[in-house]
C-alpha cells in the first residue's frame, strides 16, 4: 500500500530553519504531483505547496513565498520542504500528500486533490 512517512520537524528559533523529508512508497512517484499542507491547533488544514510530477513547477500559498522552497528527488522517492525565516505562525503540524490523479500540469492546492496522505510532523517556531 502506499505510505509517506515525513520527518525533520522540530522546535527552532524565529528566523530559523528547517527540512522536511517526505519518503513514498508503493507508488510510481515519478508520475505524481506531491504537495505540503499543515495544521495548526483549531484550525483547518492549510495548502503550503505543491510541486508538479516532473519537478518543473511549483507553488506556494502567499504567506510562505520567498521563505519556503518544495523539491523532489525522483530518484529517492522523496520530497522536501526547506523552511528558512520562519515565523510563529508557521508552527502547525506539517503534512505531506501525494495527488490522487497521474502526471497533469496544473498546481494542485486543495486537499481534495490529494488522495494519500502522510501522518505528519510537528513544527514549532518560538519567538
Known amino acids: 500500500q502506499v505510505q509517506l512517512v515525513e520527518s525533520g520537524g522540530g522546535l527552532v528559533q524565529a528566523g530559523g530553519s528547517l527540512r522536511l523529508s517526505c519518503a513514498a512508497s508503493g507508488l510510481a512517484f515519478a508520475s505524481y504531483a506531491m504537495g505540503w499542507f499543515r495544521q495548526a491547533p483549531g484550525k483547518e488544514r492549510d495548502f503550503v505547496a505543491t510541486?508538479?510530477?516532473?519537478?518543473?513547477?511549483?507553488y506556494y500559498r502567499d504567506s510562505v513565498k520567498g521563505r519556503f522552497t518544495i523539491s523532489r528527488d525522483n530518484a529517492k522517492n522523496t520530497v522536501y520542504l526547506q523552511m528558512s525565516s520562519l515565523e510563529p505562525e508557521d508552527t502547525a503540524v506539517y503534512y505531506c500528500?501525494?495527488?490522487?490523479?497521474?502526471?497533469?500540469?496544473?498546481?494542485?492546492?486543495?486537499?481534495?486533490?490529494?488522495?494519500?496522505w502522510g501522518q505528519g510532523t510537528q513544527v514549532t517556531v518560538s519567538s
Open positions: 510541486i508538479t510530477w516532473s519537478g518543473g513547477s511549483t
Open positions: 500528500a501525494a495527488a490522487g490523479s497521474r502526471f497533469g500540469s496544473w498546481h494542485r492546492i486543495k486537499a481534495d486533490d490529494y488522495a494519500y
